[in-house]
């Protein structure tokens, strides 16, 4: 058994020399690359928008007072989705700051 042992940690070392046991990235990791990074902080902006333009249009209707709440809501959803992407690219360091 020594020998088998022996052997598998040999070829660990050979795979992990050739970088073939780099981890990959999960689901929920960070995304990698400027363009997984662009996507998200378009996906971050959209999203954002959408759902603020919604609670808008939604408010309006039930309480009649077009076009005020979509429009407030609206700028409400942009500065959501600006803050989103500020926090994409300025991460907090630690949970003590």
Known sequence: MNERD???ERLREARA???LDTPRPG???PPSGPWGV???AGVEVVAALGVGVF???MLD???????WLFLLFFVLGGAAGVLNVY????PRRGAGR
């Open 6 to 8: 022996g052997f598998e």
């Open 17 to 19: 020399r050739r970088g």
């Open 27 to 29: 689901r929920g990791a």
């Open 38 to 40: 662009g996507f998200r």
């Open 55 to 57: 609670l808008g249009i």
């Open 61 to 67: 209707r039930w309480l009649g007072t077009w076009p």
């Open 87 to 90: 926090r994409l690219f300025n």
